[in-house]
């Protein structure tokens, strides 16, 4: 079975930093795309950030410059560096990976979810 679990979220202030780390485990063969999304009360989630394979990286208008995204293959880990934190990136912040299976018999890459972390920016 294979697991994403989320770390670094919290409570900071405006103009703070905080980093989040994602950290997949479980029958693994390969971690393709891997991705940070948020969602605010009331709102969809969105992506923010996601880097493929070979890092290659893209990011949402609202926290391009600020955020940065970046992986560790070895560790089938992503990280979400946040920096000049604002109060509207305030959100529950999920990680996704697209992920083969090392039991896999049709060669299927399969979406993956954590359960979340939570980050507030708030004086």
Same mark, same amino acid.
């Not at 409570?11 to 479980?26: E, I």
């Not at 880990?77 to 912040?93: I, R, W």
């Given at each position: ?12 202030? *405006? /103009?703070?930093?905080?980093? +989040?780390?994602? %950290? ?7 971690? #393709?795309?891997? !991705?940070?999304?948020?969602?605010? *009360? /009331?709102?969809?989630?969105? +992506?923010?950030? %996601? ?7 893209? #990011?949402?208008? !609202? ?38 299976p090392d039991d896999s018999e049709d ?17």
């Amino acid at each position: 079975q294979i697991q994403l679990v989320e770390s670094g979220g919290g409570l900071v202030q *405006p /103009g703070g930093s905080l980093r +989040l780390a994602c %950290a997949a485990s479980g029958n693994i063969f390969r971690t #393709y795309d891997m !991705a940070w999304y948020r969602q605010s *009360p /009331g709102k969809q989630r969105e +992506l923010v950030a %996601a880097i493929t394979i070979d890092g290659i990286t893209d #990011y949402a208008g !609202a926290v391009k410059g600020r955020f940065t995204i970046s992986r560790d293959n070895s560790k089938n880990s992503a990280y979400l560096q946040m920096n000049s934190l604002k109060p509207e990136d305030t959100a529950v912040y999920y990680c996704y990976a697209r992920i083969l299976p090392d039991d896999s018999e049709d060669g299927m890459k399969r979406d993956h979810w954590g359960q979340g972390t939570q980050v507030t920016v708030s004086l």
